[in-house]
C-alpha cells in the first residue's frame, strides 16, 4: 500500500532548528493531504501542520510562525522546518497522509512510525 519513511528528528538545543522529512512509496494512486502530528509524553496525539496537493497550509496555533511545512509532490514527500524549538516542542513527531493506495476504491490516512524530537539544553 502506503509506506511513510521519516527522518530528521534529534536532540537540538532550545532556540534551535530541524528539519522533518516524510516520503511516501509504495502503490500510491493519489496523494492528497499531507502533514505532521506530535505526541508527548502523557499526552494525546495533537495535530501540528497539513498541506494540500495545492499547496495550502495550515498549522496549530503553538507553531505558527515558527514551523513551516512544505512538500514535493513529485518526490511524494513532505517537510516540516522547524525553527526556534521550544521545550515544549519535544515529542515523537509523526507524518501523515490522505492517500488513495492504488489497489483501494478510496483515499485513507496513513501514519509513519515517528521520529523523536528532543528540545533541551
Known amino acids: 500500500q502506503v509506506k511513510l519513511e521519516e527522518s530528521g528528528g534529534g536532540l537540538v538545543q532550545p532556540g534551535g532548528s530541524l528539519r522533518l522529512s516524510c516520503a511516501a512509496s509504495?502503490?500510491?494512486?493519489?496523494?492528497?493531504?499531507m502533514g505532521w502530528y506530535r505526541q508527548a509524553p502523557g499526552k494525546q496525539r495533537e495535530f501540528v501542520a497539513d498541506?494540500?496537493?495545492?499547496?495550502?497550509?495550515n498549522y496549530a496555533d503553538s507553531v505558527k510562525g515558527r514551523f513551516t511545512i512544505s512538500r514535493d509532490n513529485a518526490q511524494n514527500t513532505v517537510y516540516l522546518q522547524m525553527n526556534s524549538l521550544k521545550p515544549e516542542d519535544t515529542a515523537v513527531y509523526y507524518c501523515?497522509?490522505?492517500?488513495?493506495?492504488?489497489?483501494?476504491?478510496?483515499?485513507?490516512?496513513?501514519w509513519g512510525q515517528g521520529t523523536q524530537v528532543t528540545v533541551s539544553s
Open positions: 498541506i494540500t496537493s495545492g499547496g495550502f497550509t
Open positions: 509504495g502503490s500510491i494512486g493519489s496523494m492528497y493531504q
Open positions: 501523515n497522509v490522505f492517500a488513495r493506495a492504488v489497489v483501494l476504491p478510496s483515499a485513507t490516512n496513513f
